[in-house]
């Protein structure tokens, strides 16, 4: 029994949830070349640690390659986000490559209804979508969408075609399954080494603030020695010596601050 559209009439997207579409699990296999396949595989691992900064592109890229698709993404919920800017793509390929970087609003969303549904869902894109966001790209005649989550970020990964209706099976959704596991633990790579920049980052200034601390209190402490000693002077030749040496220390503590 198929499981009906979601948001097909009104807003040109039609969402289907695979595990219930009998139309879907009918679909002939696709026969993939497994050498390519395990080629994939090894350039995500080596991503993975070796440039784990583009580990994203790397599974959108293996997606197209191994799923045979004419479009694949990433997208993440912002952190920041509005209903307006919810989604971001965050890696594309093939023919949407240029939507890099794109922010989509809440609603509507097919993202939005995998992530609710928390399973792989069919989906396919009218001209009815590309209106109301305002922009132009290719149909989705035939997509897989998938939904990720790690470290309380969420998610969805999608391949898609624009022409053939019936571009993926279960084996591409197979696959798919293990590039959203991917795409999970690259989401939480990123974020550690973001935390520990960071970290490095406030361990760097806690370091400069203590050596800067100790430059100013050198000459510092010199101005008070002399103002001191002038003080308990009261001799002009000594109030004239003093006003020479706070000066040049004055000169040392204004060049710090800058």
Known sequence: MSTPAVLSAETGLEVIDIQNDAAFAARRLHVRDVGLQMEGMRRIAHAFVENPDTILQEL?????????????GISIEKEDRTDKDFYHWVATAGQ???????????????CGVCLDRGRPQLFRVSQRFFDLMG??????????????????????????????????????????????????????????????????SAAAAAAMANDLAHKINNPLQRLTNILYLAAESQKVEDMQAAVRHVSGDLEKLSELVK
């Open 60 to 72: 959108v890229n293996a997606a197209i390659e191994l799923c045979d698709a004419d479009s694949a």
């Open 96 to 110: 949407y490559t240029g939507f890099l970087n794109a922010v989509l609003p809440r609603y509507p969303s097919a």
């Open 135 to 200: 922009i132009e790209a290719p149909l989705v005649t035939d997509g897989i969408l998938l939904p990720w989550e790690v470290d309380g970020l969420r998610g969805t990964i999608f391949i898609m075609a624009h022409g053939r209706t019936e571009a993926f099976d279960q084996s591409d959704c197979r696959m798919m399954q293990v590039l959203a596991d991917f795409a999970a633990m690259g989401v939480r790579q990123q974020g550690q080494q973001k935390r520990l920049l960071e970290q490095e």
